[in-house]
């Protein structure tokens, strides 16, 4: 910036980084819970159009908790850099860890880079087959990438949520019912009021499904699963 308006790189940085933090603390949470068959998504959006979980690839899902605009432009890209390398490769080459990766770099040279950062936190989700384990990385503004394992938590009160699920889940892989009802009291544990069944996006990448993993629930599978 021209002088007299110096800022020291440090001060900058951390300028830019409680930008990101506050605007993807206003966003709505979004959990990723490992289960018996594959990985479950859960998120609180009240909104029935603007998904917060998607798919990108046969076995991969998104997630992007902050501000839509710009996750729904990481969505779109990782699409289009998931089907190039698919499709110059193979579908086999086109994967978790490297589609995370990707997206770490992006983040990070943007954070680093740009005046203004990106105001997001996402999620890449890969099931794993043939014995595999699940893949869940979260991304966080500036580029770091955490491999997470058994559940993970971006957007909204994160920490609080992370607490709650910390403290209850059981020590084997849960069902299906069980998962989603312990993502439901998660989200509700970071809300001041009882969540409507109406306003959850809930989503799973299901191993035993032939073909394409991923599998969006509508509201009344989820009342069912929950009743059991």
């Known amino acids: 910036m021209p002088l007299p308006y110096y800022v020291s790189p440090e001060q900058m940085m951390q300028d830019k980084a409680e ?31 603007l998904h917060k979980i998607s798919e990108i690839y046969d ?20 699409i289009r850099h998931a089907d190039l390398k698919g499709f110059a490769y193979s579908r086999e080459d086109v994967t978790a860890r490297s589609l ?4 770490s770099q992006a983040l990070g040279t943007i954070f680093s ?3 203004k950062p990106l105001e997001v936190e996402i999620l890449v989700v890969g099931v794993g087959s043939s014995g595999q ?8 503004f500036d580029g770091s ?3 997470e394992r058994g559940f993970a938590v971006i957007g909204g009160r994160a920490e609080v949520l992370q607490g709650f699920l910390k403290d209850r889940l059981p020590g084997t892989l849960p069902s299906l019912s069980q998962a989603l009802s312990l993502s439901l009291a ?36 989820v009342k069912r699963l929950l009743a059991t």
């Open 133 to 140: 384990p699940n893949e869940i990385y979260r991304i966080s």
């Open 59 to 78: 076995t991969i899902a998104f997630s992007g908790a902050g501000k839509y605009s710009e996750f729904e432009n990481l969505r779109k890209a990782g």
């Open 19 to 49: 930008y990101a933090k506050k605007g993807i603390a206003k966003g709505r949470s979004i959990v990723a819970m490992e289960y018996a068959d594959g990985v479950l998504l859960t998120a609180d959006n009240p909104s029935a159009s």
């Open 100 to 103: 995370a990766n990707t997206y």
């Open 186 to 221: 998660a989200l509700e544990s970071g809300s001041t009021q009882k969540l409507a069944l109406e306003s959850l996006e809930v989503a799973v990448l299901d191993r035993t499904r032939d073909g394409r993993k991923f599998r969006r629930i509508p509201v009344q599978d």
């Open 145 to 147: 990438i955490i491999d």
């Open 113 to 115: 880079q740009e005046l």
